[in-house]
């Protein structure tokens, strides 16, 4: 955001947690590694261990449940990066370590230099994926998060919005500032085959199409548990419901059929 030096998300969940006192009902997932400017970015040891501090700064805590590489960093070597992670669980502040936006490639190279050395391994992984985007990581991730027991908490479970049915049509685009870029990668045939399937699955089952979205996330083998933004108390509280929503094996087809089309 204009203005912003980065870490601000950090300072107003800090703010809540002192004003509330309640730290241990909680579980704070952060991440480093992300390009902040030219000086803070990437997974070296040295930087890592700066970066932490800054976010248990802003966070007022003295700990991190789950710190997770932002994206991988090619010009480090993956024992590097962890050596700093097993640095910090054994200071106490941080209790586990995920990846995000890793390769298969390098994600195993992780997993197996950990088993090698002893160092913390990657305990989840966050990749993008829902029901449009599904090739990517179901082709190579998938297969070897199941392998090595990794949990799964996808980002952009509902495709920026876009799985809401709140995007239908151009004039729809002008509705949010990223309508643009929702309808340049979404709002097509495939994207318009996936909402039809949606809608069909919500009516029968009583249910919106976000809430049967993310239903069928959690309904994957291998899935731990789709992320996904909210704006209000009451968009938090209708994607709850996808918790308690089975979806039926019609359902099931349905979106399965829509989402692999070309």
Avoid at 34 to 46: H, M, P, R
Avoid at 155 to 181: I, M, N, P, V
Avoid at 196 to 206: I, Y
Wanted: net charge negative; with cysteine.
């Amino acid at each position: 955001m204009p203005g912003h030096v980065g870490g601000e998300s950090e300072t107003i969940i800090g703010k809540w947690l002192k004003q509330r006192g309640r730290r241990d009902d909680v579980v704070i997932a952060t991440k480093v590694g992300w390009e902040v400017n030219a000086e803070n970015k990437g997974l070296a040891k040295n930087y890592i261990l700066r970066a932490v501090e800054g976010s248990l700064k802003r966070l007022q805590t003295d700990y991190i449940d789950l710190y997770q590489s932002h994206k991988d960093d090619l010009t480090v070597p993956v024992e590097e990066t962890l050596e700093a992670y097993a640095q910090l669980v054994k200071e106490g502040k941080v209790r586990v370590i995920g990846a995000s936006n890793f390769s298969a490639a390098r994600l195993r190279e992780s997993l197996q230099a950990s088993k090698q050395h002893g160092f913390p391994r990657y305990e989840s992984l966050q990749p993008l994926y829902n029901l449009y985007d599904r090739t990517e990581f179901e082709q190579e991730l998938l297969p070897l998060c199941r392998e090595h027991n990794v949990g799964v908490i996808p980002y952009y479970g509902l495709a920026s919005g876009f799985l809401t049915g709140k995007y239908r049509s151009e004039t729809d685009l002008k509705k949010s500032a990223r309508g643009g870029g929702v309808g340049q990668k979404y709002l097509n045939e495939k994207g318009l085959s996936i909402l039809a399937a949606l809608d069909a699955a919500s009516a029968r089952l009583h249910a919106t199409p976000a809430q049967v979205a993310l239903a069928w996330i959690m309904a994957q083998p291998g899935l731990t548990a789709p992320i996904a933004s909210a704006t209000s108390v009451t968009q938090v509280e209708e994607l709850l419901k996808a918790t308690d929503l089975q979806l039926d094996a019609e359902a099931l087809e349905q979106l399965q059929d829509a989402s692999v089309a070309a």
